[in-house]
């Protein structure tokens, strides 16, 4: 009867993980609110910039297992996460996963280097 319930909870506490760390099918309606226009006038030409909040993807996408403030929740802190890891480093677990974060959950090369830049600045 223990075993039982172990693996029933086992069983569950895995499917929130997975189902807190996915991202939804309206990727493409959330690219929209991730990237804001930046005009910037040059001497000759104007030039339009995009500019992505990689704040705002980690809240949408990533905050649900490391927390609103990095502090970590089922995923690990990220608060010094720059101190131990590249931005390279960083852009590779994102893109493959690790331990268990789940591959893809941002699929998108712009938002993924983004983020990674933005956490490994965090020392």
């Known amino acids: 009867m223990k075993l039982k319930n172990l ?3 086992a069983g569950l506490g895995a499917t ?11 990727s493409s309606d959330t690219s929209s609110d991730t990237t804001k226009e ?14 992505v909040d990689a704040e705002k993807i980690f809240a ?3 905050a649900s297992c490391h927390g609103n403030n990095l502090e970590g929740n089922v995923g690990p802190n990220l608060t010094k996460v720059g101190a131990k ?3 390279e480093e960083i852009q590779e677990i994102i893109k493959n996963g690790k331990g268990q974060m789940p591959a893809g959950i941002l699929k998108d090369d712009k938002e993924i280097v983004a983020v990674a830049d933005w956490l490994a600045e965090k020392k």
């Open 7 to 9: 693996l029933l909870a």
């Open 16 to 26: 929130l993980v997975l189902g807190a760390c996915g991202s939804d099918d309206s």
């Open 38 to 51: 930046e005009s910037t006038m040059n001497d000759d030409s104007s030039k339009t910039e995009t500019a």
């Open 60 to 62: 949408n996408n990533c």
């Open 85 to 87: 890891l590249s931005s």
